[in-house]
């Protein structure tokens, strides 16, 4: 290979993995960085496939006001007068911004800088609201600022790891990675959460929590090591505030393990081995994510987290720290540079002195008096008509909220919706009076601050495409419409970078967060920019934070801080007897816009789906992969079962992922309730009490076509759209009668040339068409009322065929596959495509460990995110023979 590599950040989550881009025209191939510190070359299964959702399908390439395209001029004078506008008549708290963790830091510093410095309002909100949160505030509770402690070094050098509500397999399976190579000598993994994950099916022990229990548990912890006397005396008295307080609040509950196990829904035997571990291993590291931070007392399970290490000294040490990872690229950005409405910039907050320094750096009169509204609060007030200007930037708030078509219907409501993104059409951008387009991943130019603190740069590999212009840029623009030019006259990334480096350093006495000599970084240096962690000084950057036992308070401790075991915010009840929990896939990242572009992402779950106990299905009258609904006070989900041990009885859960666009009955967030963290204001997005129904379909089919297609409104419709390599497949089912499905017949014939081969049979219920464009195929339609459907992926395949076969045509025609086809097993390796089938037929033949089967078929040889469940199948598959031989 003579073409160079860029060397770039992947796009997705928070590990921030160092990429090597070679791009084509606009083609890429794309390896793992091999110098980059976080992953030193390997890339998980999402980061691998990026070549495939760099292409241009689908892109918004001009601005576009209502349904026509327009000049930037044009619309940015558009966007710069509205907001005038409605400032001059409602004040400046009626107009906001809601942004996101996937903007970069350049972005992220010019959105904040408009609006908190020159607008003079608090309300630019992110994305990070419902991600990271009540992390944020239980560190600034804690440590006196929003600062994480440790770095992925304390990963490889701990010698036990809690992950709490983190199922890092595969959602952070680069790192995962890096700590199942440590478990080869010796460290110990104890997964939290009421699901057994794939990070929880390989751990040495599974904590399979009531759900939201995580207060009573660590607090039971802390009493646990009290009475053993396994708390460092020493290190609280040198560093630590509030510990009397902490332990004096504890004994307000029975804290023994007895009563802990009872009410967190654990064994006591695990429960004791729990805190025989963490008792004996100095070298911890506590993980905390979504299971954590997106709770109605989710600071308050990070606070029960801080309170133990700061209690153990397990802290500012080598393989020792509590550890918040972030979900985004920049979702660490955005906290840094001002991005929540609870900060100002900088790490500073709204206190006088702050707001007077941050003014005097940037020049503004008018910096804002106090924090701004929430996300939450924020889509409320939109809902009642206080906001009446919205500008959504690089995030997806019809889909991703909760309480989903609450949010539709403020943002249907909103006299004025701009919506910056590099997607023509998401459920977001349908309500967009202003569409502008952004630069991608790939085309931007800029800086990420990954979850250990770390920069990187994330470099151009592509040419702009059509008039899409950096974010940053957009931004300026309409600051600089807006009458504040010179205060955002930036000609580069580079200059805004440097500007927020210095704001990092001004009149800096005491702020960890200072970027030191990086605000002196020449264009070129900023070019070739290393990685490089903050705190960044003369002498390079900094890898673990405390080290000296120094916070970031006005005495330099640490604060303990009292926590209230409490349960969800909604109690299950007998109307609503389930626990709806709700978070990620392997391959899918959030709202589809990139990761459902690139069919070998789609593989793995290719659709939307609810899993829940044998046991609570029976009960239910539900069996495997039927449709349900799955109801909540919110609103209606239908979508298919999927039964499994692995969910705890009296729980469910719904992957994130699914629109509006892709399967609008399989969306999670109508369900959800909007529940939130009183402190962080961060929703409780894991639990919401939910009830499941048999849906009862008369009648199901599908539809491949050459491109996406929803149908029209109006029919009783359950349906899914499911990419595939050179078409879409359309799976659908209903209740209506003969009429609903002929209406559907006519609406999916439109636009077809040519007469369709047909076949009807009445007698079955059944109808076949097909149509064909020349001697290819170009849709094909299968209902039935009773009976089964044929095989799609032999249908899909020959969308491939230039021209069909005679033979093909015949099958087509009787609807079955030309000799004896079976549906496909699920894919489990994305990287190498290999199927369950495969697998199962290798361990058959004795292969019986995760390296015997990668050995006999490939998977898992690449990034290895499907190790955990290869280990699964290895179980499922010997239990199996157990049985049988019994
Ligand atoms: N593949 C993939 N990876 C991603 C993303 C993606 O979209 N796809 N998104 C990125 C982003 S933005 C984020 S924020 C991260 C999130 O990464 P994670 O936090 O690992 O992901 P989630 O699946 O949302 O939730 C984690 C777990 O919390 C558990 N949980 C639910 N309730 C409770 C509880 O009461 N207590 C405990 N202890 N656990 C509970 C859930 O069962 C779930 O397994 O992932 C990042 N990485
Ligand atoms: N039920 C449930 N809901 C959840 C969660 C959960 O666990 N359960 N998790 C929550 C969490 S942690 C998160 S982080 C959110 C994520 O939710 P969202 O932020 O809404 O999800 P994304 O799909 O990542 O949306 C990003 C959008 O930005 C666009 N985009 C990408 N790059 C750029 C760019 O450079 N510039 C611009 N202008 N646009 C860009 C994409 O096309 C896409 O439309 O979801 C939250 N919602
Ligand atoms: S772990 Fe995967 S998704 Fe996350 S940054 Fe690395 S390659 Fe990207
Ligand atoms: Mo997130």
């Not at 439109?750 to 170009?778: C, I, N, Q, V």
């Not at 078929?857 to 049985?883: D, F, H, L």
């Amino acid at each position: 290979m003579s073409r160079a590599a860029v060397r770039t950040a992947c796009p997705y989550c928070g590990v921030g993995c160092g990429v090597a881009g070679r791009p084509e025209g606009r083609a890429l191939e794309v390896a793992g960085d091999a110098a980059h510190p976080s992953n030193f070359g390997r890339l998980c299964s999402k980061g691998s496939a990026l070549g495939a959702t760099v292409g241009l399908e689908g892109r918004l390439l001009s601005p576009m006001i209502g349904r026509r395209a327009a000049s930037w001029d044009e619309a940015t004078a558009l966007v710069a007068r509205r907001f005038k506008e409605t400032i001059a008549r409602h004040g400046q708290d009626s107009v906001a911004f809601y942004v996101s963790g996937q903007l970069l830091t350049e972005d992220y510093y010019a959105a904040n800088k408009l609006m908190k410095g020159f607008i003079g309002s608090g309300n630019i909100d992110t994305n990070s609201r419902l991600c990271m949160a009540s992390a944020v505030v239980a560190h600034k509770q804690a440590f006196g600022a929003d600062l994480v402690p440790g770095c992925y070094e304390d990963l490889d050098l701990a010698d036990l790891v809690v992950f709490s509500g983190h199922n890092a397999a595969w959602t952070h399976p680069v790192l995962f990675r890096r700590m199942e190579q440590a478990r080869t000598r010796g460290q110990r993994h104890v997964v939290i959460d009421p699901r057994r994950t794939d990070t929880a099916e390989v751990a040495d022990l599974h904590l399979a929590l009531a759900p939201q229990r995580d207060v009573r548990l660590w607090n039971g912890l802390l009493a646990e090591l009290d009475r053993r006397g396994a708390l460092d005396s020493a290190y609280i008295a040198a560093h630590v505030a509030g510990f009397a307080e902490v332990k004096a609040a504890l004994s307000a509950d029975d804290q023994s393990p007895a009563a802990v196990a009872a009410d967190c829904g654990v064994p006591l035997a695990d429960l004791q081995q729990f805190f025989d571990w963490f008792a004996q291993t100095p070298r911890t590291v506590s993980l905390f994510s979504m299971g954590a931070n997106q709770s109605a007392q989710g600071v308050a399970k990070g606070l029960a987290i801080l309170n133990v290490h700061l209690a153990t000294g397990r802290i500012g040490k080598p393989g020792a720290c509590p550890f918040s990872i972030t979900g985004q690229p920049n979702a660490m950005g955005g906290r840094e540079t001002g991005g929540m409405a609870t900060t100002l910039a900088g790490h500073m907050d709204f206190d006088d002195v702050s707001r007077a320094r941050v003014a005097r750096f940037w020049g503004a009169q008018n910096v804002a008096p106090r924090p701004g509204l929430k996300a939450i609060d924020m889509f409320d007030a939109i809902a009642d008509g206080k906001i009446k200007a919205l500008w959504v930037m690089a995030t997806n708030p019809a889909v991703s909220l909760p309480n989903a078509d609450k949010v539709r219907a403020a943002l249907a409501a909103c006299p004025f919706v701009v919506v910056s993104d590099c997607m023509a059409q998401t459920d977001t951008m349908d309500f967009a009076h202003v569409k502008l387009p952004a630069l991608a991943w790939g085309e931007k130019d800029g800086t990420v601050t990954n979850s250990e603190r770390r920069i990187s740069r994330q470099r151009r590999l592509f040419d702009p495409p059509g008039e899409a212009r950096a974010d940053w840029r957009i931004i300026a623009d309409v600051a600089s419409a807006m009458g504040w030019r010179e205060a955002f006259d930036w000609r580069s990334p580079a200059q805004v970078f440097r500007e927020w480096a210095r704001l990092t350093n001004y009149e800096n006495q005491g702020r960890m967060l200072a970027l030191g000599p990086l605000a002196g970084l020449t264009p070129q240096a900023y070019e070739a920019l290393e990685p490089v962690q903050w705190p960044v000084t003369a002498a390079g950057g900094t890898a673990r934070l405390f080290e000296d036992g120094v916070f970031q308070t006005a005495d330099g401790r640490a604060r303990m801080v009292v926590t209230e075991a409490r349960g969800p915010a909604q109690a299950t009840d007998r109307s609503f007897p389930l626990a709806l929990n709700t978070g990620r896939v392997r391959d899918h990242w959030h709202t589809l816009t990139r990761t459902g572009l690139a069919p070998d992402l789609c593989r793995h779950t290719p659709e939307p789906y609810v899993e829940m106990h044998p046991a609570d299905a029976e009960r239910l009258g539900v069996i495997d992969r039927a449709l349900v609904r799955v109801q909540t006070m919110q609103g209606e989900a239908v979508t298919l079962t999927k039964l499994t041990d692995r969910q705890r009885q009296g729980s469910i859960f719904m992957p994130m992922h699914w629109t509006q666009a892709f399967a609008p009955s399989g969306r999670a967030n109508p369900l959800v309730a909007a529940a939130v963290d009183p402190k962080s204001g961060q929703p409780e997005f894991k639990h919401t009490p939910a009830r499941v129904r048999p849906y009862r379909e008369t009648w199901r089919g599908f539809f491949i076509a050459r491109a996406g297609w929803s149908p029209p409104a109006g029919l009783d419709l359950v349906w899914r759209r499911i990419p595939q390599h050179g078409c879409q497949l359309h799976e659908f089912a209903g209740r209506g009668d003969e009429t609903e499905r002929e209406a559907l017949r006519r609406a999916l014939s439109k636009g077809a040339r040519g007469e369709p081969m047909r076949f009807e049979d009445a007698s079955a219920g059944s109808l076949r068409e097909a149509y064909l464009a020349g001697e290819a195929l170009d849709r094909v339609l299968f209902t039935a009322t009773s009976g089964a459907l044929p095989p799609r992926d032999w249908l899909a395949e020959l969308f491939a065929k230039d021209a069909l076969s005679a033979l093909d045509r015949t099958a087509l025609l009787i609807g079955r596959a030309p000799g004896r086809v079976v549906e496909s097993a699920p894919l489990v390796c994305a990287c190498r495509g290999v199927r369950a089938d495969r697998i199962g037929a290798a361990i058959e033949a004795g292969a019986g460990s995760v390296d015997a089967v990668s050995e006999a078929t490939g998977a898992g040889s690449s990034c290895g995110s499907c190790r955990p469940e290869i280990v699964w199948i290895i179980a499922q598959t010997q239990s199996k023979k157990v049985r049988h031989a019994a």
